[in-house]
Each structure stands twice: as C-alpha cells, then as structure tokens.
C-alpha cells in the first residue's frame, strides 16, 4: 500500500484524546504482522518493534489523537453542551457536522446549533461564540433518548468535513495533525520490516498528546530510547496572515524544528535532519520558533534525558475539520525520515 493509501486508512477513525483505540486498531491492521514485538502500554500507546534487542534504540514518534469535544451536560431537551478536548477551536462549531463516540465502534451523529439572526439578540450574532453557548442536536428529542444512545457526560467527539482530495497536490481531512506523522511511521516501518536496521527501531504511536503529551512521557519511560525523532504537523502558512506568523510553508518540504514552546533541539539533530534531507533528495524548511509543541517535549526530558529531534509536515488549518497538507510535502518528508534513520546510530547517547 502506498503512503496516500495508507493515511486514507488512518484518517477515518474517530479517536479524540482517551479514545484512541480504532486509530490504534487501525496501525495493528496496517503493519502489526511485521513487527517483531508489538508493545501496548497501560495509558494506550501503541509500540511496534524491530530488533528490540539489540543497540542503540531509537524511537520514532507520532501521536494517535486528535482535537475533539466533550458531553459537559445533556439538557431535558436532549440538547448537549460541549467542552473543548485538546484545543479545538469553538469558532468553527456553529453549522458543523459532528460525530459522538458513545464508545469505541459505536458513533452517533450531532450537528451544532446556531441560534438564526432573526431572534439572536442585537449586537451579538457577530460574536464569536463562547463554549457555553455552543449545544450539539443528535435529533434525540429528550435527556432519555440521548441516554439510551449512550450519550452522557463524558461522551466524546469530533467535527468532521470528510476527506480526500483537493486539486492536484492537496489532500484535506480533520486530524491530519497527526495522523500524518502516523501514517508516515506505518508507511516506513513497512519497509524497513523487509530489511531491517542493525539497530532496534520503535515506532511509537502516542496517545493524549493533544492534552499535554502524556502518552508519550509515559511511553519515552518504558522504552528507554538512546535517540528520539518525534514525526508531526506543525501550523502550515494562512491566506492573509503576514510571512511572519507562518510558522511552516505548503509546498517547500518538511519543517525542521530547532526550537518551539517545549524543547530546543540538539543542534546536531538539526544538522543531521538537513543534512538526511539533502541525502534524500528534498527540499527542507526550518520551523519558525517559537510556535507550537510536540511530543519531543516530553520525550527529551524522560529519564536521564533523550537527544530528540522534530521534523514536522506543514499543514494549514489545523485543529479544525479541513486541515490541509501538500502531497508533495507528505512524500519528501517520508524520504526525509527514512534517510535520517540511516544516520540514527551514529548520533545516539549524549554531545559528541
């Protein structure tokens, strides 16, 4: 399966934080049979494994979850308020389609009300609107129909605009960030499991990363890694945004971070990220600090601490239902990747 096919795969589970388990389920489908040791630890994270005996490890990282919503009241109306789970933006929730999880497998459809205009009261139909004023109608007419769903507090969810392709390089879904990484990692251990490193390699699928990098502070503990590369999307440029709040620009490769909000890399690790992006053939671009965080922020501190480093596909509109990416850019960060890991052992442990 190519790497287009295989996101195709990975962006259609619902997996908010805590709920990982198809998006899981999906990279076991994909790749478990290749792995020489498939690990899942307690708080959910998926580790597949080649050579886990032998050194130095290295570990590749790209995290399962995505932004979502969470059921904060179902009203005697049936009518839902929602919190934010992991950041979602409230401004793109009056309209949208939403998608429940009462559970793993079981999904309920919901749209987000909108108070009309012609009742709204003067001044504030142009307000952006505050959580509290946001309600999810699933049709179920009352509180005892939403239950009987299994809608109650606690239920998560997602927006969501479908995917696919968009012109002749675009590709748009809701949880590119990061199942891009993912579908990256899935892609390349494929691979690599035909003929593998002289070294052990585990590739890391994290959960909760979008509610403070927990899954994968946990897993960087259990795995005890030598080197780290944590593989993400990071904020692509925006129609009417100046140059300089673009943090990462479609269409230029992948964005190499040295520094952002949680970490500032090893300059080495920034060299050898460059220096695999010319071996591979393709055009890179460094990350503008200091926006955002990753999972590298977690996994650099575990321990005694990790040399880790973050290559990320610049992405636009993340954290809403179209995130968009360039194909382009997915390929020649996969390449880039790959070409890294030909370096990894030679860059393990601590500064030369």
């Known amino acids: 399966m190519d790497l287009i096919g295989i996101l195709e795969r990975l962006v259609t589970p619902v997996a908010p ?12 489908d994909l790749v478990g049979d290749c792995a020489h040791q498939v690990v ?4 959910g994270s998926l580790q597949l494994w080649l050579n886990p005996e032998a050194r130095p490890r290295v570990m590749l990282d790209a995290h399962l979850d995505e932004v979502g919503f969470i059921v904060q009241r179902v009203e005697d109306n049936g009518a839902l308020r929602v919190a934010s789970l992991g950041g979602l933006d409230q401004r793109l929730m009056p309209g949208s389609r939403v998608i429940l999880q009462p559970r793993p497998g079981a999904q309920v459809p919901g749209l987000v009300g909108l108070t009309p ?4 009261k003067p001044g504030e139909a142009e307000k952006s ?47 590119l960030d990061d199942r891009a990484g993912c579908a990256i990692l899935v892609e390349l251990f494929l691979r690599l499991a035909q003929s593998p490193p002289p070294f052990a390699l585990c590739c890391n699928f994290s959960v909760a990363e979008e509610v403070g990098l927990r899954g994968a502070a946990a897993a960087a503990f ?10 993400e999307a990071t904020v692509g440029d925006t129609p009417g945004v100046e140059p300089a709040r673009h943090p990462a620009i479609l269409g230029q490769g992948p964005a190499i971070t040295v520094a952002d909000g949680r970490i500032v890399v090893p300059w080495r690790l920034v060299e050898s990220l460059e220096e695999a992006g010319r071996r591979a053939g393709v055009a890179w671009q460094r990350k503008l600090p ?36 360039n194909l382009d850019d997915l390929a020649a960060s996969a390449s880039l990747v790959a070409a890294w890991l030909e370096l990894a052992p030679g860059l393990a442990g601590g500064p030369a």
């Open 17 to 28: 934080p805590g709920r990982e388990d198809e998006a899981r389920q999906a990279v076991l």
């Open 40 to 43: 899942v630890d307690p708080l």
């Open 117 to 120: 205009p012609h009742v709204e």
């Open 129 to 175: 609107l505050p959580w509290e004023r946001l309600y999810i109608d699933t049709g179920l007419m009352d509180a005892a129909s939403a239950r009987a769903a299994g809608i109650e507090v606690g239920t998560p969810g997602v927006i969501d605009a479908g995917h696919g392709r968009l012109g002749a390089k675009g590709y748009y879904a809701r949880n």
């Open 222 to 231: 259990g795995v005890a890694p030598d080197l780290a590369l944590c593989v």
């Open 290 to 325: 200091p926006y955002g965080g990753t999972d590298a922020g977690a996994i650099h501190t575990s321990r005694a601490g990790v040399p880790t480093a973050v290559v990320s596909l610049p992405t636009r509109y993340i954290h809403s239902p179209v995130s968009l990416l």
